[in-house]
Antibody
Framework: QLQLQESGSGLVKPSQTLSLTCAVS??????????WSWIRQPPGKGLEWIGY???????YYNPSLKSRVTISVDRSKNQFSLKLSSVTAADTAVYYC???????????WGQGTLVTVSS | QSALTQPASVSGSPGQSITISCTGT?????????VSWYQQHPGKAPKLMIY???KRPSGVSNRFSGSKSGNTASLTISGLQAEDEADYYC???????????FGTGTKVTVL
């Protein structure tokens, strides 16, 4: 059974770069032609798609975050990563990683990790 | 790109059926049969319940069904159970510029 697990810094200072990693277990990140995505959810609010990395390595980002986001993959470690630069308090959220699957849906999801932006 | 519009809350008694609407535009819901629905219990990650508008992943109860008409998608939960109390989000593919738009979310309460 495929499982995803986020890890990274839980507290980031304003203007710095948020860095998270999503470890994939129970399957290879390189098989099946899947894409791998990041999604976030500010406390008490709704979901926002951040971006994804295609199985070919191409990346696609939310236009509203595009200038600050980088998603990369490390196939040797079976994981993919998110970097979000120049963070502000508005970037405080639970960050989820997920696989993009049938019909452009997201499944499964990682458990999520809370990132707080504060000095 | 604005979020898809969902009612803030929907409630029903055990055994009843409820329907959650998800209204978008001709650029997202109306253009693609690629609406998915997610169930999220407090403090938990979202769980895929419906994809491609009306398909259920393996393991999801057949009490959950999805449909679409024009720019509005809907999720119906029949035979409402206490465990169905959660937040529900729709999501639509919106083309190769915007990609994905989520709904505003609906809190389902089982009375």
């Amino acid at each position: 059974q495929l499982q995803l697990q986020e890890s990274g810094s839980g507290l980031v200072k304003p203007s710095q770069t948020l860095s998270l990693t999503c470890a994939v277990s129970g399957g290879s990140i390189s098989s099946g032609g899947y894409s791998w995505s990041w999604i976030r959810q500010p406390p008490g609010k709704g979901l926002e798609w951040i971006g994804y990395i295609y199985h070919s390595g191409s990346t696609y980002y939310n236009p509203s975050l595009k200038s600050r986001v980088t998603i990369s993959v490390d196939r040797s470690k079976n994981q993919f990563s998110l970097k979000l630069s120049s963070v502000t308090a508005a970037d405080t959220a639970v960050y989820y990683c997920a696989r993009v699957t049938s019909g452009e849906s997201f499944d499964p999801w990682g458990q999520g990790t809370l990132v707080t932006v504060s000095s | 790109q604005s979020a898809l519009t969902q009612p803030a809350s929907v409630s029903g008694s055990p055994g009843q059926s409820i329907t959650i609407s998800c209204t978008g535009t001709s650029s997202d819901v109306g253009s693609y049969n690629l609406v998915s629905w997610y169930q999220q219990h407090p403090g938990k990650a979202p769980k895929l319940m419906i994809y491609e508008g009306s398909k259920r992943p393996s393991g999801v109860s057949n009490r959950f069904s999805g449909s679409k008409s024009g720019n509005t998608a809907s999720l119906t939960i029949s035979g409402l159970q206490a465990e169905d109390e959660a937040d529900y989000y729709c999501c639509s593919y919106a083309g190769s510029s915007t990609f994905y738009v989520f709904g505003t979310g609906t809190k389902v309460t089982v009375l």
